[in-house]
Structure formats: structure tokens, C-alpha cells
């Protein structure tokens, strides 16, 4: 299994983390951050690009919430944008907490959470490249995808 970790904002109140774990052609994946990481939402994404009759690319989404938590917004979100990106199926399960938060704040991680999954999805795409031993060669292959070649 192919493990992810992304950090964004690090070491502030601010700070994101992404973890995901390739399970087959999909991925499940955990994005905890400010200053008390819990699971408060999870939201499985299903690619629909390839469903007989479907015109547009896009997923479908499931959230299941913790009474009194507000984290089904970033799941939600990064759950259907993977699945749709990446055409795969995906679940998110989201903890993000700042005691009192203001609008600012909530905007600041909720962006930090989307950056931490553009992040992930640009890895994933450059991981599933076929490289050519000239890439390689040239340092144009991810380090990830050179490891795995004969």
C-alpha cells in the first residue's frame, strides 16, 4: 500500500494534515488539523466518469456527521473533488478544531484543507506516470514511481 502525507501551514494554529492510504485504485484518506484532531465527519466519493449514461465527469457523495460537529463541509468537499480528480473512489474522514474560531479562521483552515488535497492529487497523478528510463535519467520521473522501477 502506497502511504501520503501532506502538512500545510505546520507548526501554526493553522496547520493542516492529509494522510491517505492507496487501497487498490482508491484511496481512504484523514485530514486532521488545529489544536485538537478527532474525527468529526467522513464522506465516501464515488467516481461516476464511467457509469453508463453519466454525460460529466463528477462523484457522488455520502457524509456522515458527529452530532455537533461542523466538519462535513471539508469532507464533503475533499471527497468529491478526489474522487472526481483522481476518478477513483474515495473517503475522507475530517477532524479540524480551533476553540472559538472566528469566520476568518474557519475560512483560513477550510483553504488549507483544500490546498493539502490539490497537494495530494498533483502526487498521486505524478505517481501514476509511466516513466521512460530517458525520464528517469533526466530527473523527470517522481522519486516515488523511480523507487519502483526495475
Known sequence: MEEYRITIAGQSKYEIELCAVQCGRDYSVTICGGGRHH???????????????????????????????????????????????????????VGIHIDHADGSEIQCLLENCREACRQFKDRVRADRQVCSPQMVLLGECPRRVQQRLP
Open 39 to 93: 474525527v468529526g465527519a467522513a464522506a465516501l466519493g464515488c467516481d461516476e466518469s464511467g457509469t453508463v449514461g453519466h454525460k460529466m465527469r463528477g462523484a457522488t457523495v455520502s457524509v456522515l456527521c458527529v452530532f455537533g460537529h461542523r466538519d462535513d463541509e471539508a469532507a464533503r468537499w475533499a471527497a468529491k473533488y478526489l474522487a472526481t480528480e483522481l476518478k477513483c473512489n474515495v473517503s475522507v474522514a
